[in-house]
């Protein structure tokens, strides 16, 4: 984030706008926790933009913690990112591996 949009601004763009805009560049997006998947409008623009996202199933984790997290599943991710195009939100689990999240968003 801080490589796109500097240090400052980074803490300031909304969710929406670099959800939005990191899919259309054809990036896949790490999250710390699943709060996209379940707000309604973060949600539309994962569903919208198309966008590849994996997040952390607990939101408690220290920052060693989410790193080793996302490291022991790499190759699972990056097969997954390579198969499947978005849009989806899958969790990351060291237990489990990866998890289709279901969206907020269409409705229903």
């Known amino acids: 984030m801080d490589e796109r949009y500097?240090?400052?601004g980074s803490q300031k763009i909304q969710d929406t706008q670099w959800i939005e805009e990191a899919a259309l560049a054809g990036d896949v997006l790490l999250?710390?926790?699943l709060a996209i998947a379940h707000n309604?409008?973060?949600a539309q623009v994962v569903y919208m933009s198309g966008a590849q996202v994996f997040g952390l199933s607990s939101a408690t984790l220290t920052g060693r913690d989410m790193a080793q997290?996302?490291?022991e599943n790499e190759a699972r991710i990056v097969a997954a990112a390579l198969r499947a195009d978005g849009p989806y939100f899958m969790a990351?689990?060291?237990s489990y591996g990866l998890r289709r999240i279901k969206l907020a968003y269409p409705p229903g």
Do not use: F
Request: net charge neutral.
């Open 6 to 8: 500097g240090k400052a």
């Open 40 to 42: 309604p409008l973060e």
């Open 69 to 71: 997290w996302y490291l």
């Open 92 to 94: 990351v689990n060291p």
């Open 31 to 33: 999250c710390k926790d």
